[in-house]
Structures are given as structure tokens and as C-alpha cells.
């Protein structure tokens, strides 16, 4: 399983991005996908993740009312949207994909690159 992770790019505070993490696999998954940020000088930490029904959905407690975990147009994208962003949600952004949702890196076997989000004015 590989993973794409892309939409990341310099915004403003209070600004929005939206990013997508594409599953390469051309069959139908039931992973779970979750996501994760690094900021500079900081270790990895939790994001958000979702399992592959939808039904089970977790935030960390920095993004919960700002940011959303979500299907996207396709079976095999999962969609990030970041509202309301701040100076500190600046950090180089990781999907992950696993067999179940979870709030750390244990739970997840398949890791994409990175992709950079930069809020700043």
C-alpha cells in the first residue's frame, strides 16, 4: 500500500486548506486512515483519523471544532479540511493507513511523504 498526501501550501491565520491522502492500492480497502503532523524542533503528533466505514472518527484535542476527517470523491481518497488555522497547526502534515483507528503511531503500518503546511501572514 502506498499513500499520496498533497494540498498542503502557505495560508494565513484564520485561513483554510484542504488535504488528501490517496490509498495507491486499486482494490477496495478497510483501512483505517489517520493523520499526523511534525512541526519543527517537535515530535509527530496525533491529528485526526477516521476508520474506513466512517463510523469511528477521533481528533486531537488542538483541532476538534476546526478541523474534519472525511471521505473524499473516491473510495480511496480521505480529505482533511483545516479551518480556522493558527500559527501552531504549522508543521509537515502525515497520512497513515492501518487496520484500526488510533491516536498514535503503533496503530499505523503504511506511511505516506509528507506535505508542508505553513500558516503565517
Known amino acids: 500500500v502506498q499513500l499520496q498526501a498533497s494540498g498542503g501550501g502557505l495560508v494565513q491565520p484564520g485561513g483554510s486548506l484542504r488535504l488528501s491522502c490517496v490509498h495507491s492500492?486499486?482494490?477496495?480497502?478497510?483501512?483505517?486512515t489517520g493523520w499526523f503532523r511534525e512541526a519543527p524542533g517537535k515530535e509527530r503528533e496525533f491529528v485526526a483519523a477516521m476508520s474506513w466505514s466512517g463510523e469511528t472518527i477521533e481528533y486531537a484535542d488542538s483541532v476538534k471544532g476546526r478541523f474534519i476527517i472525511s471521505r473524499g470523491d473516491t473510495s480511496d481518497t480521505v480529505v482533511l479540511q483545516m479551518n480556522s488555522l493558527k500559527p501552531e497547526d504549522t508543521a509537515v502534515y502525515y497520512c497513515?493507513?492501518?487496520?484500526?483507528?488510533?491516536?498514535?503511531?503503533?496503530?499505523?503500518?503504511?506511511w505516506g511523504q509528507g506535505t508542508l503546511v505553513t500558516v503565517s501572514s
Open positions: 497513515a493507513s492501518g487496520p484500526v483507528v488510533g491516536n498514535a503511531d503503533l496503530f499505523y503500518e503504511n
Open positions: 492500492r486499486s482494490t477496495f480497502s478497510m483501512d483505517a
